[in-house]
């Protein structure tokens, strides 16, 4: 069965460091999207992407995000300068209509220090 | 803001009985609705999704309802096994889920 793929599976890096945080899609999905989930705390929306352009976002979602999709597979979250609330585990998703049913990688668990 | 809770928080039975999970949102403007499973420390597995134009969508052991204007959902979990413990999140979506915090799990064997 089709599933999303997320690497690496724990990263850990200083404050202030840049991190991208790599996504596979399902393949024959056209929506994808980044959530986090601070621990002990709710999941929480970050972005959506359709058509190689950025659809809605959260206000977690300041400018030291950004999104991409480099190929037709990978899809990408770069956290500019991290800082130690940014720790939290981070999932992709991705749909497809007209089911619009989401499935959730397995997630990042990045720690910053 | 869509606000989600579910009620109860924690919930322990022993295997065999029937579970109902239960979630409320504020924001009855939405496409559609899904209920997921997360395992501790791990990612969220996709149970059902139930669309705005539904009422009932049912796979296996699992039923989930919705009640849009009155922003309502209820899982029903039937004859669980202790495979079935886990956190259930609700998560109703306009442009993008929000999740509640969730009902975990307990079914003693």
């Known amino acids: 069965e089709p599933e999303v793929t997320q690497t690496p599976s724990h990263q850990v890096t200083q404050m202030g460091q840049e991190v991208i945080l790599r996504c596979v899609p399902i393949s024959n999905h056209l929506y994808f999207y980044w959530y986090r989930q601070i621990l002990g705390q709710k999941v929480e929306f970050l972005v959506s992407?359709?058509?190689?352009?950025?659809?809605?976002k959260s206000e977690i979602f300041d400018d030291q995000f950004s999104v991409e999709r480099p190929d037709g597979s990978n899809f990408t979250l770069k956290i500019r300068s991290t800082k130690l609330e940014d720790s939290a585990m981070y999932f992709c998703?991705?749909?497809?209509?007209?089911?619009?049913?989401?499935?959730f990688g397995p997630g990042t668990r990045l720690t910053v220090l | 803001k869509q606000e989600v809770t579910q009620i109860p928080a924690a919930l322990s039975v022993p295997e065999g009985e029937n579970l109902v999970l239960n979630c409320s949102f504020t924001d009855s403007a939405i496409y559609n609705l899904q209920w997921f499973r997360q395992d501790p420390g791990k990612g969220l597995t996709s149970l059902l999704l139930i669309q705005s134009s539904q009422r009932e969508q049912t796979s296996g052991r699992l039923n989930a309802s919705l009640d849009k204007s009155s922003g309502r959902s209820t899982l029903y979990i039937a004859a669980s096994q202790p495979g079935d413990s886990a956190t259930y999140l609700c998560?109703?979506?306009?442009?993008?889920?929000?999740f509640g915090a969730g009902t975990t799990v307990t079914v003693r064997a």
């Open positions: 998703a991705s749909s497809e209509p007209p089911t619009d049913t989401q499935y």
């Open positions: 998560a109703p979506k306009d442009y993008k889920l929000s």
């Open positions: 992407f359709y058509n190689n352009e950025i659809s809605e």
